[in-house]
């Protein structure tokens, strides 16, 4: 090998190292911090859709996760929680899931009450064009449809629904992630509800 | 000083990365729908040009030509991970709105652009003045483009929560100012004032007789 050879191949090698060794520095400090923050908004979310709710548990049992995930269908089952009440009595259930918007996956959790009613959605994570896909959030009429549905609704019941206007790929985000998150309720926990 | 000076202030005007050289406008086009977003990725690209400009100066003695492209990339990637992962880490809410675009700073013209141009032929000193130079250019137009999308487009202004502006209830927001084809007619409002705030420049600086060279050719992406 000749001198520049070298020469290229020790500067680019230095480089790579320092940068490397900057990035495991950093994702050292920022890790732990990342960890919690997705923790907290998890269960900020669990909460806000279902207020009566105090403790959550994480659904671990095989048999119904993976009916969960065959129920979710094109959606992602993520994960499920089965909530509680300050007093132990069961309260109902968050369901965790991915489905499409407009610009990628919508992140979403569903609360159902133990005979699978809707109690409220929130949103964890997404990237719709703020200010047209992000109207499912700051459009409160969206949001409430889903909390008067009836218990147990179906997929056709959810098709009747009202879009937003400008929105329609993100509402329908929201909306197939609902409807999978009642198929995983009927599926997995309907007819007992609670644990 | 007046090297520095002039550095820095060129970006801002008679160079400014947006309207002049015409380079990173993808994101710029998509963030600014909203004041916040484009408030914390200006913050975010005034960082990483600042601190890559720095590095590629610093190392510019010791970058073999044949490697430097790699090299600014490695540079520049790393700052944009740590910007990714602090923000993932401090301001998850501004995260979860900017999404994507952040990890795609990487990628964006106005960084490598100037490591290639300015960076690696000048001192740290200048180097300094050109990314933040640069950095409050593309933020002055970024602030500009988005008070206008947010506030026509949505009727009000809100930042981390808090209302800054609100038009009257009878105005009903156009929504193609929050959709591509609204920007880009927008942002040509925005050239043709930078252009004619450059024009009223290079005569003032005609009449004190200096003479400003002409503006360099637009960039590629």
Redesign the interface.
Known sequence: MDKTAIKLVVSTTVVCIVAAAGLGMTYGVTKDRIAKMDREAEVAALRAVLPDAKRFSKVAAAEDLAAAKKAAGEVTFVSAYSASSSGGDPAGWGVRVASRGYGGPMQLVIGLDRDGKVTGVSIVAMNETPGLGTKVLTEKWFMRQFTKLPAGASDADLRKLDAISGATKSSRGVRHGVEAAVRVWRAAFGGGGGN | MGAWRKTFMDGISLENPLTVLMIGLCATLA?T??LE?SFFMSIAVIFVLVMSNVLVSA?RK???N??RI??FI??I??FV??VD??M???V?GVY??L??WIPLIVVNCIILGRAEAFAYHNTVWLSIADGLGMGIGYSVIMVMLSVV??LF??GRIVFLGAQLLALPAWFKPP?IL??FPGAFILFGFVIAGSIALNRKLRARAKASGREIPPPPEPGCC
């Open positions: 963030v729908s909203k977003g190392i010791f970058t073999p044949e490697v790699p090299i490695v540079v990637a790393s991970t740590i992962l602090s993932k880490a401090f998850p979860a709105l999404g994507i999308r947010e487009g949505t929504g929050l959709s």
